[in-house]
């Protein structure tokens, strides 16, 4: 659970074990982790230059097909590489694989990424009993655009210009993210409840958020998407009661006052918020803290799954 209960007070938390009996097993999924198998098929291999270059006389036809554009971008996600260190990479790949091909210069991959106006796929498990969405947890993240890290910044004193966006992320009970914005970083928190609802077409159960998205209009914008929601966000410290305020709030400020913050957790599922905060960790783990574009592109939907 977010809130844990301090060891100062005197609480007596047991400690999680966890034991592995399948050692074998474990240690080959160990060690395919680092397996690195790289290979392309016949059909991406034809799929990797244009075909059919017709010239019309508005300038040079594209000799690269958005497929080959696609994979070398996300190559370059994969291995954290810049756009030079990612040409040469895969060219070295090519050459290694003795595939007659070339890889497209670095500025032929920044200038086609932005005109490819990809979407992001969306996952859905086939083997659940129903479609509907039982819970979602919102969540937001900073991403740098430039600049150096704060540990840097702290351990040489000094004092860089930084910037970053807000990454906003609606996850589900199966850790599927179902709604993304990608903001600059003076958006609020609670703006993008909207335009991520939007993006969850299955009715929703159950809904959690942290105490920023404490305020009416998100209640009142999740219920209205799902009307059986259970509203489940974790008041301020100092909030009240208020006949103004959406009945749900009310509802989860007067238990917390009657049960205690800790109990009103656990009566509520308070810890399926942890979805996001996962979700949050693995983008970072994978593709890194900072982003590799500057600026925001024609959409703000970022392209995370």
């Known amino acids: 659970m977010p809130n844990k209960y301090p060891n100062k007070k005197g609480w007596n938390v047991p400690k999680q074990k966890h034991k592995v009996t399948n050692w074998s097993e474990y240690n080959e999924a160990l060690k395919r982790r680092g397996d690195i198998t790289v290979w392309l098929s016949d059909d991406a291999i034809a799929q990797w230059y244009e075909k059919d270059r017709v010239y019309d006389g508005s300038g040079t036809p594209p000799l690269f097909t958005d497929f080959a554009i696609i994979t070398c971008h996300e190559i370059r996600l994969v291995y954290r590489l810049p756009l030079r260190q990612t040409e040469g990479f895969v060219n070295s790949l090519l050459a290694i694989l003795n595939i007659p091909l070339s890889c497209p210069s670095f500025s032929t991959l920044s200038a086609r990424l932005s005109a490819l106006n990809i979407q992001s796929p969306r996952y859905k498990n086939t083997d659940r009993p129903d479609d509907s969405v039982h819970a979602i947890a919102i969540d937001s993240t900073g991403l740098k655009r430039f600049g150096r890290g704060e ?21 589900n009970e199966d850790h599927y993210i179902e709604g993304c ?53 974790q008041p301020q410290s100092n909030a009240v009661l208020n006949g103004n305020a959406a009945p749900l709030r009310n509802r989860n400020i ?52």
């Open 151 to 171: 540990w840097h910044e702290q351990k040489y004193q000094l004092s860089n210009k930084a910037s970053w966006r807000k990454l906003h992320l609606g996850v």
């Open 254 to 305: 007067k238990e917390i006052k009657d049960h205690g913050r800790m109990q009103w957790q656990k009566n509520r599922n308070y810890g399926q918020r942890n979805n996001s905060e996962l979700a949050m960790f693995r983008y970072q783990k994978i593709l890194g803290n900072a982003l590799h574009a500057r600026e925001l592109g024609l959409s703000n939907k970022a392209n995370v799954n």
């Open 181 to 233: 914005t990608l903001t600059d970083r003076f958006s609020h928190d609670d703006s993008q409840i909207e335009p991520l609802l939007e993006q969850i077409e299955d009715p929703i159960d159950h809904f959690t958020a942290d105490g920023a998205y404490d305020e009416t209009p998100v209640y009142d914008l999740v219920t209205n998407h799902s009307a059986d929601v259970d509203v489940v966000i």
